[in-house]
């Protein structure tokens, strides 16, 4: 089992920066490739960013790219979104995922394990 927990999220303006954080614990985080996922209110979950492994290969929605950037501190059990330029439809639940299989990463069911979430909210 692996447990993520989300940190991070907040209400800011349009513009502003955050960085989320996803901290993995139980089995070893290496190996895994990691994903952030959005969902909107009455919308369906969306891909936003994902990392290998090794942090090697990283990949965007064309929604956030430019503007948003994921890392990982596998020493530290980590995956990181740096968000800046937010805007008002950035506005969502973010979700971290891990998952075995970096196949079809831009979909939820290529992940094994899910985190709580963590709200972002940008005012315009």
């Known amino acids: 089992q692996v447990q993520l927990v989300e940190s991070g999220g907040g209400l800011v303006q349009a513009g502003d920066s955050l960085r989320l954080s996803c901290a993995a614990s139980g089995r070893t985080f290496n190996g895994y490739f990691m994903g952030w996922f959005r969902q909107a209110p009455g919308k369906e979950h969306e891909f936003v960013s994902g990392i290998s492994w090794t942090g090697t290969n990283t990949y965007y929605a064309d929604s956030v790219k430019g503007r948003f950037t994921i890392s990982r501190d596998n020493a530290k059990n980590t995956v990181y979104l740096q968000m800046n330029s937010l805007k008002p439809e950035d506005t969502a639940v973010y979700y971290c995922?891990?998952?075995?299989?970096?196949?079809?990463?831009?979909?939820?069911?290529?992940?094994?394990?899910w985190g709580q979430g963590t709200q972002v909210t940008v005012s315009s």
């Open positions: 995922a891990a998952g075995l299989s970096s196949l079809a990463f831009r979909t939820r069911r290529a992940y094994d394990y």
